[in-house]
């Protein structure tokens, strides 16, 4: 997701789910980060696919996403899709909670 040594990288999907899995790099599903840490590697021209669920910004109630210019941010998906008119948001709630 933030490339090697730090260099940057061409604008992209990056791959969201309520629990990290795989490498949690963002980099595809089955590695797909929490949303917190997708907007945080995020840059202007990146995609957010975002798995259905319900996802937090952290224990703290306080604690909040905060979204980027240029980033798109896209629910409802089931965590298989290759394509974003794959999605199904009518069957794949996408949910943003504080707590």
Not at 4 to 9: D, E, L, S, V, Y
Not at 39 to 50: C, H, K, P, Y
Request: hydrophobic share 40%; net charge positive.
């Amino acid at each position: 997701m933030f490339g090697a040594a730090g260099r940057a990288r061409a604008a992209g999907t990056l791959y969201a789910a309520p629990v990290a899995a795989g490498s949690g790099d963002c980099s595809s599903w089955s590695n797909a980060c929490t949303l917190q840490t997708a907007l945080t590697g995020a840059t202007s021209g990146d995609e957010i696919w975002v798995k259905a669920g319900v996802h937090k910004p952290g224990a703290a109630r306080t604690n909040t996403f905060t979204l980027k210019s240029g980033v798109a941010v896209y629910g409802g998906f089931a965590g298989t899709e290759s394509q974003l008119s794959d999605r199904n948001f009518a069957n794949n709630a996408t949910i943003l909670s504080r707590y």
